[in-house]
């Protein structure tokens, strides 16, 4: 079993700036794809970023140039750097991790992210 928790959400004016944190239980980024999803009131749960266990990385074309992902594989922590965040970035943010050689995922339990002025 792995926890990923998340933290570093909160309130933010646009064109600011917010990194969220997600710390793994253990050591699983070798096997483990991790990624940055969210969900906005009323709407379904979207991907933001993935980084590869290899590094390889992609980005939401909503949120390509502003937002940076990253992972320190020693800390076991992966990062999502908001920069210029828009009120419509307005939403719940989970961290998620998928293991890349057979079944097994995990979920943050999520962190509020304000985008307002």
């Known amino acids: 079993q792995v926890q990923l928790v998340e933290s570093g959400g909160g309130s933010v004016q646009p064109g600011g700036s917010l990194r969220l944190s997600c710390a793994a239980s253990?050591?699983?980024?070798?096997?483990?794809?991790m990624g940055w999803y969210r969900q906005a009131p009323g709407k379904q749960r979207e991907l933001v970023a993935t980084?590869?266990?290899?590094?390889?990385?992609y980005y939401a074309d909503s949120v390509k140039g502003r937002f940076t992902i990253s992972r320190d594989n020693a800390k076991n922590t992966v990062w999502l750097q908001m920069n210029s965040p828009r009120p419509e970035d307005t939403a719940v943010y989970y961290c998620?991790?998928?293991?890349?050689?057979?079944?097994?995922?995990?979920w943050g339990q999520g962190t509020q992210v304000t985008v307002s002025s």
């Open positions: 998620n991790a998928r293991r890349i050689d057979g079944p097994g995922e995990y």
């Open positions: 980084i590869t266990s290899p590094g390889s990385i």
């Open positions: 253990r050591n699983i980024f070798g096997i483990y794809d």
